[in-house]
């Protein structure tokens, strides 16, 4: 065995390339050029206590394969990911439909995929005309295509309360919170949807709950005509006593119970 002695500069750097970075016998010796040794190397760790051994070392190499292993399958899997929604693509099924089908998150698919330049060349060659989660919603009338946006409906509606002449306040705040209704008349919450998916409708439900919780005794839910609701969502608002009213029908459903109330107040005069 070798006797030679080195500075304290070069054994505390030995000790720092095997500690810290890891390093072999004979990485650290090939990074001083051979000089130190892998004999004198190893004399020098183990003199620090820090020698690992070659079992250590082992165990060090079969981590690093998994990893590696791990980061190739994972590699594989986004590109198989990739690979079924820009074939799906490019046979008019939308991104985030394939998604939902395989039960993907669209987020982390599309993070992986607008980088891609066969995303961006297939989206040219189609013109951007992909059928699209959202378009197939419109088609089936789960989604309104008068009122594409919540804020359209919401002016609509605010128009026609300002020509029955009814004060309203727009999106106030429910019970000192940070909950905001659309539309609050004294005792009445009109909630605003143009948007009957199951989802959407399950929120709705929620904020329902949370007006009868803040003691709201009328609450209408105001939807448009071109969009159809599903019969078990219907029916459970109606079981909260939430009133589904249709566009169409809004200022008539307003005016009723003003009529009504005008006529108790009024006082009976005798024949």
């Given at each position: 065995m070798s006797r030679r002695i080195y500075t304290e500069e070069v054994q505390q750097k030995v000790i720092?390339?095997?500690?810290?970075?890891k390093l072999g016998l004979k990485a650290i010796s090939k990074w001083f050029n051979g000089k130190p040794g892998r004999t004198t190397i190893e004399r020098i760790l183990r003199e620090a206590g820090v020698y690992q051994g070659p079992q250590r070392m082992l165990e060090q190499h079969k981590?690093?394969?998994?990893?590696?292993?791990?980061?190739?399958?994972?590699e594989k899997q986004w590109r198989h990911r990739?690979?079924?929604?820009l074939w799906n693509l490019r046979n008019g099924?939308?991104?985030?439909?394939?998604?939902?089908?395989n039960g993907w998150k669209?987020?982390?698919?599309?993070?992986?995929?607008?980088?891609?330049?066969?995303?961006?060349?297939?989206?040219?060659?189609?013109?951007?005309?992909?059928?699209?989660?959202?378009?197939?919603?419109?088609?089936?009338?789960?989604?309104?295509?008068?009122?594409?946006?919540?804020g359209k409906f919401c002016d609509e509606i605010a128009l026609r309360l300002e020509q029955i002449g009814i004060p309203y306040l727009r999106e106030a705040q429910v019970g000192g919170t940070r909950y905001r209704a659309d539309f609050v008349i004294k005792e009445t919450v009109i909630?605003?949807?143009?948007?009957?998916t199951h989802n959407q409708m399950k929120k709705c439900i929620g904020q329902c709950w949370l007006y009868l919780h803040f003691g709201f005794k009328n609450i209408l839910v105001v939807i448009p005509d071109d969009v159809r609701?599903?019969?078990?969502?219907?029916?459970?608002?109606?079981?909260?006593?939430?009133?589904?009213v249709r566009l169409e029908r809004f200022s008539i459903t307003l005016i009723k119970p003003r009529q009504a109330n005008k006529k108790a107040i009024s006082p009976l005069h005798p024949r």
């Open positions: 720092e390339l095997h500690t810290r970075e981590q690093r394969a998994d990893r590696q292993q791990r980061v190739i399958e994972q990739m690979a079924v929604c099924v939308g991104i985030e439909t394939s998604c939902h089908q669209p987020t982390s698919v599309w993070n992986h995929i607008r980088e891609r330049k066969a995303y961006h060349q297939l989206r040219c060659r189609l013109d951007n005309q992909v059928i699209s989660e959202r378009f197939i919603q419109r088609e089936c009338g789960w989604v309104s295509s008068a009122f594409p946006r919540e909630e605003a949807k143009v948007d009957t609701l599903d019969s078990t969502i219907e029916d459970a608002l109606k079981r909260m006593g939430v009133q589904i």
